[in-house]
């Protein structure tokens, strides 16, 4: 398995603009996490899913927020309009509960808002 | 809610000197404990974990000891090597039920030949 893939490595936009995050969970996986990190806050949870379905969205920071999981091997996260304190580096994970919650983690999503 | 408190960084040692990085937890029920590596513009990688009270986890060197008494997981290893340098993370996960991850602020450390 190639492991959680991410898209883009980087993003650079300018404020304002519409930003999509991308990420295809490991096959057979039924968990998926977006987390942010950031020098200042470290790594917050923004959301998970569990069979496709958002099951705790309280880390999302704002309405300007928003993140879909349409089926079991896509999720997208979405930032309108950006800000530049938007900037970041934004992680997809999955896990299956039947291995213990291992959560495997994608190489992340560079995102800087000018 | 669920926390984690991790030792400070960062972390500084000389090649094959004794490390510890402390982690002290704070949550309901009985967790999981693990401890992820993060290496320069990577992802996070699970390094080992622990299930229940006393369970030790291990691998490539490093140990860590589920203490239920003192509500620690301190990770440590023996002989550092340069290419042990990275951010290293504590989290628990609370479960079923309760499933997300919680991290610790991580500790970065730093390996000197």
């Known amino acids: 398995d190639a492991g959680v893939i991410q898209s883009p490595r980087h993003e650079v936009t300018e404020m304002g603009q519409e930003v999509t995050l991308r990420c295809k969970p490991i096959?057979?996986?039924?968990?998926l996490f977006w987390y942010r990190q950031t020098m200042m806050r470290g790594l917050e949870l923004l959301i998970y899913?569990?069979?496709?379905?958002?099951?705790?969205d309280s880390g999302m920071p704002e309405d300007r927020f928003s993140a879909k999981m349409p089926n079991a091997s896509f999720s997208t996260l979405k930032i309108q309009p950006s800000e530049p304190r938007d900037s970041a580096v934004y992680f997809c994970?999955?896990?299956?509960?039947?291995?213990?919650?291992?959560?495997?983690f994608g190489q992340g999503t560079r995102l800087t808002v000018v | 809610g669920d926390s984690v408190t991790q030792m400070e960084g960062p972390v500084t040692l000389s090649e094959e000197a004794f490390l510890t990085i402390n982690c002290t937890y704070t949550?309901?029920?009985?967790?999981?404990l693990f401890w992820y590596v993060q290496y320069p513009g990577e992802g996070l990688q699970l390094l080992l974990k622990?299930?229940?009270?006393?369970d030790k986890g291990s691998n490539k060197g490093f140990e860590a000891t589920y203490r239920k008494e003192t509500t620690s997981f301190h990770l440590e290893k023996g002989s550092v090597q340069v290419s042990d340098s990275a951010v290293y993370f504590c989290?628990?996960?609370?479960?079923?039920?309760?499933?997300?991850?919680?991290f610790g602020t991580g500790t970065r450390l730093t390996i000197i030949p």
């Open positions: 949550a309901t029920g009985y967790p999981s």
């Open positions: 622990a299930t229940k009270a006393d």
């Open positions: 096959s057979g996986h039924d968990y």
């Open positions: 994970a999955s896990s299956n509960y039947g291995t213990g919650v291992l959560a495997f």
């Open positions: 989290a628990l996960s609370g479960g079923f039920g309760n499933e997300k991850l919680t």
């Open positions: 899913f569990n069979n496709n379905v958002p099951i705790d």
